[in-house]
């Protein structure tokens, strides 16, 4: 498996325990009243799953899996991948931790660009791997 897949899939796992583990505490404040600030970490819940975990973890599976060139040996623009895998990470944390540190609105609407851009960057990468089978 490349490097940039076990990359990519091992911290969507990092995003997967944290989402889960601050879902786990809002339902646990939900029934015991532990303190009501732990509603704030919703929003960061929501995009570590939604798309630190999932959308990661289909770069990773996608990145690894999707047909390679000249041989079986380049796997495309592996800058723009690299280049996708930073963004996403970077948007991931200003869209999550932003809203639950009261950060304003933009610093979330810049995670949000920011993850347009990973989302274009691995297009770049892995729209010319995307072909039809040989007859």
Known sequence: MPRLSVLLIRTALVYFA???TLGGLMLVEKAVRIDPVLWR?????????????????????????????EGGVSRGNEPAAWAAFFLVNTGVLFVGLGSFLGLPQAVSLTGRVIEVGAALAFALNAWPRVRPSPA
């Not at 970490?41 to 047909?67: C, K, R, S, Y």
Request: no cysteine; charged share 10%.
């Open 18 to 20: 944290a989402g889960f």
């Open 41 to 69: 970490f919703f929003d960061a819940h929501v995009e570590f799953l939604l798309v630190g975990w999932t959308v990661q973890l289909a770069m990773g599976v996608a990145f690894w899996m999707l047909p390679r060139f």
